[in-house]
């Protein structure tokens, strides 16, 4: 059974660009939730997609956004990039239902 | 909202040595993993453990929900240990979101 995957794994941007990340869950899993870890505020959640609905989010601004698609698969978007953006995000692939949630492998942002 | 809190926040250990890395939890929780960061950032899971004891090789783990508390043992250290340790919670019903503590750094010298 394949693993959660996400893509790219590395990036490097410029302030005032805008991303995309991309995160595809476990065959079968229905929910994909996004954090941010960063040295100094550590792993904090962004949102949780579940069947194509955002089900919770976190204490994030509005550049930060996210979709899931039909096929489970998700994106998450972070719009006018600035400095403090630069983190490892990482997607979490659950089935809905609380059980254990198993992670990606992360993809490092760099913002100069 | 809910305060996970590991202690102790850096361990260094030599090879061989046993270690006991705990996690405190200020409410009640749904469920609670702990995790292996490796030195590449991804997150490994070792424990799905709500209430109760698990034992996986060299490591256990034991949560004791009544007194917001859970425990993660490691027998026989390796150099492979090392890494970042999270414990991480669910409290809300109906979501998957996981509140995780600050980690503790485990070194283990050869």
Redesign the interface.
């Known amino acids: 059974k394949a693993g959660v995957t996400q893509t790219p794994r590395y990036l490097i941007k410029t302030r005032g660009q805008q991303v995309t990340l991309s995160c595809s869950p476990i065959s079968g899993h229905r929910?994909v939730?996004w954090?941010q870890?960063t040295p100094g505020q550590?792993?904090q959640?962004l949102f949780?997609y579940?069947s194509e609905t955002q089900?919770?989010k976190?204490n994030f601004p509005g550049r930060f956004s996210g979709r899931q698609f039909s096929n489970s698969r998700s994106e998450m978007n972070v719009s006018t990039l600035e400095l403090g953006d630069s983190a490892?995000y990482?997607c979490?692939s659950?089935s809905?239902r609380?059980?254990?949630?198993?992670?990606?492998?992360?993809t490092?942002l760099l913002v100069l | 909202g809910i305060q996970v809190e590991q202690s102790p926040p850096d361990l260094i250990l030599q090879e061989g040595a046993n270690s006991t890395l705990r996690c405190n939890f200020s409410d009640s929780v749904n469920n609670l993993q702990w995790f292996h960061q490796n030195p590449w950032g991804q997150l490994i899971n070792l424990f799905y453990i709500p209430s109760g004891t698990k034992q996986n090789g060299r490591l256990s783990a034991t949560t004791v929900a009544t007194e917001r508390y859970s425990l993660l043992y490691i027998s026989s250290s390796q150099t492979t240990d090392s890494g970042v340790y999270f414990c991480a919670v669910q409290t809300q019903g109906g979501s998957e979101k996981l509140v995780f503590g600050k980690g503790t750094k485990l070194t283990v010298n050869p």
Do not use: C, D, K, M
């Open positions: 929910s939730s954090y870890q550590g792993l959640f949780e579940f089900r919770n976190g490892l990482l979490a659950g809905g609380q059980e254990t949630q198993y992670f990606g492998p992360g490092r």
